[in-house]
């Protein structure tokens, strides 16, 4: 059973340009929740999804930045008209609802490192 | 609100020497308590998870940590340590177990 897979694992872009960051769960899974780590901080929450639905994106720039979860294929970050301070490692994690618990253990994927020109 | 808080950000510790990574959080409610490990360039691993019950909580590679209600802590530690724990340790709390709060990271340093 492969873990949370993210691609690319490097992306560099040039100001302006847009960044897209894919996502595909681990099997079973149907919730995808993405992260954004700056240099030398912890890991802040962005955005959570099951497919087709946005539950929570309390932690998304307002402007900028959207995400989905399709039906089909892997979740995108999309990042329009990137600035360097865009620049950062963006981790996606999926879980799934265990039987008798309302507790969705999260499984981190490798992460995408975005760097800014 | 949820917080967190990791009061060392670096640790130096020599080789088969014991290690305490420090945690607090504040809440006005119960919440999951978790430690995560990240080697460079990889992703968060998850080391052990409070969740109710017993206060001390054993994980993966020999870590084990405590929850302390009254002191809001959930302190991380390791009886001996060896070079392959040098990583990233982060502390999170979570209400619900869909949006988690990290700490800053403490860097853990093995030294031979």
């Known amino acids: 059973n492969a873990g949370v897979m993210q691609n690319p694992r490097h992306l560099v872009r040039r100001r302006g340009q847009e960044a897209r960051l894919r996502c595909s769960p681990m099997?079973?899974?149907?919730?995808v929740y993405w992260y954004r780590q700056l240099p030398e901080e912890g890991l802040k929450f962005m955005v959570y999804?099951?497919?087709?639905?946005?539950?929570?994106e309390s932690g998304m720039p307002k402007e900028r930045f959207s995400a989905e979860f399709p039906k089909e294929g892997p979740s995108i970050l999309r990042i329009q008209q990137v600035v360097r301070g865009d620049s950062a490692a963006y981790f996606c994690?999926?879980?799934?609802?265990?039987?008798?618990?309302?507790?969705?253990?999260?499984?981190f994927g490798p992460g995408t490192r975005l760097t800014v020109l | 609100a949820q917080s967190v808080t990791q009061l060392d950000s670096q640790v130096p510790v020599f080789e088969e020497a014991p290690v305490e990574l420090r945690c607090n959080y504040s809440?006005?409610?119960?919440?999951?308590l978790f430690w995560y490990v990240q080697y460079p360039n990889q992703g968060l691993q998850l080391l052990l998870k409070?969740?109710?019950?017993?206060?001390l909580v054993k994980g993966i590679n020999g870590f084990e940590a405590e929850f302390n209600k009254s002191q809001t802590s959930f302190h991380l530690r390791k009886p001996s340590v060896h070079i392959s724990d040098t990583a990233e340790y982060f502390c999170?709390?979570?209400?619900?177990?869909?949006?988690?709060?990290f700490g800053t990271g403490t860097s853990l340093t093995v030294i031979p």
């Open positions: 994690a999926s879980s799934r609802i265990p039987p008798g618990t309302n507790y969705n253990e999260q499984f």
């Open positions: 099997k079973g899974h149907s919730h």
């Open positions: 999804l099951q497919k087709e639905n946005i539950i929570d």
């Open positions: 809440s006005s409610v119960s919440v999951y």
């Open positions: 409070y969740l109710s019950g017993s206060t």
């Open positions: 999170a709390v979570s209400l619900t177990g869909n949006q988690f709060y």
